[in-house]
């Protein structure tokens, strides 16, 4: 498995939850790193990415100031700290990664990515 999410599971509204996915690629610090969720009958969605070095990240607005993206290279471990949760941000939760020139565009679509985790649950109570 060459991503692998976790840190999933059950949390109350109002609640804060941190997944990671920790890659075992030797390009991790060359990745465009992002995540992206589903919801039961729904298609998956962007969520947040951040680009190779750390530099510049990018949110949907349905989660701008309430998440937040990190990476640690020399771990080659990537985060999404989640604060201020809603039932609405129950869904699967997918880390995915793109091995890009310094000089790509930071991508918010599922083709922008070429390399995907096997995902993790996240349920948020009312």
């Known amino acids: 498995v060459q991503l692998q999410a976790s840190g999933g599971g059950l949390v109350q509204a109002g609640g804060s939850l941190r997944v990671s996915c920790v890659a075992s690629?030797?390009?991790?610090?060359?990745?465009?790193m992002a995540w992206f969720r589903q919801a039961p009958g729904k298609e998956r969605e962007f969520v947040a990415a951040?680009?190779?070095?750390?530099?510049?990240?990018t949110y949907a607005d349905s989660v701008k100031g309430r998440f937040t993206i990190s990476r640690v290279d020399a771990n080659k471990i990537l985060y999404l700290q989640m604060n201020n949760l809603k039932p609405e941000d129950t869904a699967v939760y997918y880390c995915?990664?793109?091995?890009?020139?310094?000089?790509?565009?930071?991508?918010?679509?599922?083709?922008?990515?070429?390399?995907w985790g096997q995902g993790t649950q996240v349920t948020v109570s009312s």
């Open positions: 690629v030797f390009w991790f610090s060359r990745a465009n």
């Open positions: 951040i680009k190779r070095g750390g530099g510049s990240t």
């Open positions: 995915a990664a793109k091995n890009v020139i310094v000089t790509a565009p930071l991508g918010t679509h599922e083709d922008d990515y070429a390399l």
